[in-house]
């Protein structure tokens, strides 16, 4: 069965690090607490982790929930042998992993609605249609809110915080924080106004990012598809090889961050995975088409729903996506900043 990753997304060496135990230690601890005759204590499988698979076929990842985490936690703090609390420690890194939650639907929502990004005058703006998509409010809440701003003691000014750019209202990175700011204290909301706030910080160094990288040309974007395929050589996810015996599979590349609004990993090749022509077409059409924006997050969702049993392929998917992060927060430092 997939994995629920609204409840289980604690990766046991996260939890481990956060609790300051070495690996060996955590494994025995866990071992334990699986077997403990304490109802209260005992680590129950499906309630408080799951395994995620293996690893060379020996070693077995869990994933916790949160009670899992919290269970390991308060089990160590009633053992009194450690001078800080392991709690404390759990609801920094739950903290830690909600925030990066939001931050990562920011990138993305950012990166899904971008295509209106120039660069006047030292300044990025971007149209008030995506940057109301990019907050995820509504046409009038959006109104409302940059009137209030211009009732406020630090207005908007024009040409510097917004402009108006081809029949259209365009806000600069600084007319963005305004926004964040004013967003994050009016919206009754919790959960959004923490959104929100959020997008001032997280949204100007992607969209910096997006209006200084290069896009690769369609001769290094098949270049790079042909390296996968022969890299790769069957399809990554059945296994199946075209071979004179076999015609009838056809190998295709799949972008795992689509090619159109990711243009800027199109000609990675790890970005790019050879599948069989008919898993490509199942997939687009589970996922909503091919004109669909799509991650390699949903990638691995569609392989844990279709093919549940290839723990070892979803783990190499979940080794790609931490490989694309850590690729485009270096590109991402590498590029001179422009001036807000």
Not at 38 to 55: E, I, N, P, T
Not at 167 to 176: A, E, Y
Not at 190 to 197: D, G, I, P, S
Not at 264 to 288: M, R
């Amino acid at each position: 069965m997939p994995i629920d990753r609204r409840v289980f997304y604690i990766e046991e060496g996260s939890l481990a690090e956060a609790l300051e135990l070495e690996q060996a230690e955590f494994d025995s601890l866990v071992n334990f607490l699986q077997i403990s005759e304490d109802d209260d204590a005992r680590l129950k499988d499906s309630l408080h982790f799951v395994v995620q698979g293996y690893v060379n076929k020996r070693e077995a990842i869990r994933i916790f929930s949160r009670e899992g985490a919290i269970s390991i936690a308060n089990y160590l703090d009633l053992q009194g042998e450690i001078t800080q609390s392991a709690l404390s420690k759990v609801i920094a890194l739950l903290e830690r992993y909600r925030m990066n939650k939001i931050d990562g639907e920011i990138r993305q929502t950012v990166y899904e609605n971008s295509s209106s990004l120039v660069l006047r005058r030292q300044r990025y703006w971007l149209s008030r249609e995506d940057v109301r998509r990019i907050f995820f409010t509504s046409t009038l809440r959006f109104h409302k809110a940059f009137q209030d701003i211009q009732r406020s003691d630090s207005p908007m000014r024009v040409n510097q915080d917004y402009e108006d750019l081809e029949n259209s209202t365009f806000f600069s990175l600084s007319g963005l924080e305004k926004l964040s700011i004013e967003l994050s204290l009016s919206l009754r909301s919790r959960q959004r106004r923490e959104y929100c706030a959020r997008v001032g910080e997280v949204a100007p160094p992607v969209l910096e990012f997006l209006s200084l990288v290069p896009s690769p040309s369609q001769e290094e974007i098949d270049r790079a598809m042909n390296f996968a395929k022969n890299r790769d050589q069957s399809c990554q996810i059945t296994g199946n090889v075209r071979s004179k015996s076999n015609r009838r599979i056809e190998l295709v590349g799949h972008h795992l961050y689509d090619r159109n609004t990711y243009r800027f990993l199109s000609a990675d090749p790890d970005n790019i995975l050879t599948i069989d022509k008919l898993v490509h077409e199942d997939f687009h059409q589970w996922h909503g088409g091919y004109n669909q924006t799509c991650t390699v997050h949903d990638f691995i969702e569609y392989v844990e729903w279709r093919y549940p049993q290839k723990h070892e392929v979803i783990l190499t998917l979940h080794n790609k996506q931490r490989i694309l992060m850590i690729k485009l927060s270096q590109i991402q430092r590498s590029l001179p900043k422009g001036e807000p």
